[in-house]
């Protein structure tokens, strides 16, 4: 499992002595136990005889929920990165890319530009996509498939040029 693979991961870097990694793996423990709390307050609101035992099994994060998580974590560095940069601050910049490839190590291998090209293509014509006001039914569909594989940003940049172009 995912979880405990970052846990495990984690034990070594405090043995090693590795900062970045060590620091960037507790951040992440800390986010996965804080979906984990939020999974669990839902749950326990809509099922109101379980035990507490109960509820923390039943709120543990599956694979898919922590790459959920990890994929959230990348996204905020690198918006971070972007904002350092423009502030001019580049050893903050550079201590976040660090940390962005310490995460991007747990996260699905991700597709490239044209693989993603690819299965838009597909999409756009399974879901009969004309124009770009179908973005949203085109998104829809191509999002559940490339959770996790593909940043967001490039796959709605690649379905608005894709649309732009059939009309």
């Known amino acids: 499992m995912l979880k405990q693979k970052i846990q495990n991961d984690l034990n070594v870097a405090l043995k090693g002595k590795k900062e970045i990694e060590t620091a960037t793996l507790r951040m992440l423990n800390a986010a996965i136990i804080n979906k984990e709390k939020e999974k669990r307050a839902r749950l326990s609101k809509e099922k109101k005889e379980s035990t507490e035992k109960e509820l923390v099994e039943k709120s543990q994060l599956t694979d898919e929920e922590i790459i959920e998580v990890l994929s ?3 996204k905020k560095h690198k918006e971070a990165i972007f904002e350092f940069e423009k502030g001019k601050r580049e050893d903050l910049a550079e201590k ?4 962005t490839e310490v ?5 699905p291998e991700q597709l490239s530009e044209e693989e993603i090209k690819k299965i838009v293509e597909k999409t756009i014509a399974k879901v ?4 770009i006001k179908d973005m949203g039914k085109v998104m829809a569909e191509l999002m559940p498939q490339l959770k996790g594989k593909g940043d967001g940003s490039l796959v709605s940049r690649i379905v608005k040029e894709s649309l732009s172009s059939a009309e």
């Open 72 to 74: 959230y974590e990348v």
């Open 96 to 99: 976040e890319k660090k940390e």
């Open 103 to 107: 995460l991007k190590k747990y996260l």
């Open 128 to 131: 009969g996509a004309k124009e």
